[in-house]
């Protein structure tokens, strides 16, 4: 072990990272017989192959994947201690930071915060996650999460800021009859009880507001996407339940109705939590400003 550099350790989580010895070069800077030179002094110094080769890349072995978090938490403790004495410069900085964001909240949030990024901060990396809720506060607290973005009322003992106040509202398509100028434009709770839902597991809210409502045995089929969800109500009768702000987005793109319903679960806020632990970093405070600055557009 006392033959492991910084530099060493920086290649095996990059190469951890990108399962391809090729593109973790790139990214270092290095040739790709370097790259080979420092993949065998990893494995001389573990006794472990650590990699194996895969179609289309390469697979970590289990003592890759118990080292990895180690490796990645000590790097970064040292860039974050070097950041917080030398200043984030944001037009030069390479960090990455890591959210947790829903799948909605990714297709929502992302791609106005990559757009900013590009003119504020264009070397800056995120990594969306997904953990769940209740780990979200001890991810953060741990550094495995630099911020968690969304509607976490079971996320406690973290700071936050909110940022919006969103309500659910019903998705509809338009197959069938009516034709879609005659879809509602607001539906009771009865009318809604004889409706058809279909639900993605990877949002559990919905799936919690159809079962307090009593609607539960109206959910149809179950998807693994949001992706997926829309296609399935673009093209059956089946409706869904998603909050009003993402249902825009995803309407701009046609085949969809958004229906209000008022007996739905009311205003929630949607806010951005981190750990106090590290919010005196002034890379984090930048993030910080700035997804409250562009996260809406």
Same mark, same amino acid.
């Given at each position: 072990?006392?033959?492991?550099?910084?530099?060493?350790?920086?290649?095996?989580? +990059?190469?951890?990272?990108?399962?391809?010895?090729?593109?973790?070069?790139?990214?270092?800077?290095?040739?790709?017989?370097?790259?080979?030179?420092?993949? !065998?002094?990893?494995? $001389?110094?573990?006794?472990?192959?650590?990699?194996?080769?895969?179609?289309?890349?390469?697979?970590?072995?289990?003592?890759?994947?118990?080292?990895?978090?180690?490796?990645?938490?000590?790097?970064?403790?040292? $860039? !974050?201690?070097?950041?917080?004495?030398?200043?984030?410069?944001?037009?030069?900085?390479?960090?990455?930071?890591?959210?947790?964001?829903?799948?909605? #909240?990714?297709?929502?949030?992302?791609?106005?915060?990559?757009?900013?990024?590009?003119?504020?901060?264009?070397?800056?990396?995120?990594?969306? !996650?997904?953990?769940?809720?209740?780990?979200?506060?001890?991810?953060?607290?741990?550094?495995?999460? $630099?911020?968690?973005?969304?509607?976490?009322?079971?996320?406690? #003992?973290?700071?936050?800021?909110?940022?919006? %106040?969103?309500?659910?509202? %019903?998705?509809?398509?338009?197959? #069938?009859?009516?034709?879609?100028?005659?879809?509602?434009?607001?539906?009771?709770?009865?009318?809604? @009880?004889?409706?058809?839902?279909?639900?993605?597991?990877?949002?559990?809210?919905?799936?919690?507001?159809? +079962?307090?409502?009593?609607?539960?045995?109206?959910?149809?089929?179950?998807?693994?996407?949001?992706?997926?969800?829309?296609?399935?109500?673009?093209?059956?009768?089946?409706?869904?339940?998603?909050?009003?702000?993402?249902?825009?987005?995803?309407?701009?793109?046609?085949?969809?109705?958004?229906? +209000?319903? $008022?007996?739905?679960? #009311?205003?929630?806020?949607?806010?951005?939590?981190?750990?106090? @632990?590290?919010?005196?970093?002034?890379?984090?405070?930048?993030?910080?400003?700035?997804?409250?600055?562009?996260?809406?557009?």
């Amino acid at each position: 072990m006392k033959n492991l550099d910084l530099n060493l350790l920086r290649f095996f989580d +990059e190469l951890y990272r990108r399962r391809h010895l090729t593109r973790a070069a790139e990214f270092l800077d290095i040739t790709q017989p370097a790259a080979s030179q420092r993949l !065998q002094r990893l494995r $001389d110094a573990l006794k472990d192959p650590l990699f194996v080769r895969m179609p289309g890349g390469l697979r970590p072995t289990p003592t890759a994947d118990r080292v990895a978090p180690a490796i990645r938490a000590g790097l970064e403790s040292i $860039d !974050q201690g070097l950041h917080d004495l030398q200043g984030f410069d944001p037009m030069t900085s390479h960090r990455r930071f890591r959210f947790h964001m829903s799948d909605t #909240g990714e297709a929502l949030f992302l791609p106005r915060l990559l757009n900013s990024l590009g003119a504020h901060a264009p070397h800056l990396e995120l990594e969306c !996650q997904i953990y769940a809720h209740d780990r979200i506060a001890t991810a953060l607290d741990e550094g495995q999460l $630099d911020f968690a973005l969304g509607y976490l009322p079971s996320v406690t #003992g973290m700071d936050k800021v909110d940022l919006t %106040v969103d309500h659910y509202l %019903v998705l509809m398509g338009h197959p #069938g009859t009516p034709k879609p100028d005659e879809r509602p434009s607001r539906i009771s709770l009865a009318e809604l @009880r004889q409706r058809e839902f279909v639900a993605a597991r990877s949002h559990t809210e919905p799936l919690r507001v159809l +079962e307090q409502l009593g609607l539960g045995p109206r959910i149809r089929q179950t998807t693994a996407s949001i992706l997926a969800l829309l296609e399935v109500v673009k093209q059956t009768e089946l409706c869904a339940i998603m909050p009003r702000i993402t249902a825009q987005t995803f309407a701009e793109h046609g085949g969809l109705k958004l229906v +209000e319903c $008022d007996f739905l679960m #009311g205003p929630f806020t949607v806010s951005l939590y981190w750990s106090r @632990r590290y919010a005196h970093f002034e890379f984090h405070r930048w993030m910080r400003r700035h997804v409250e600055e562009h996260a809406l557009g």
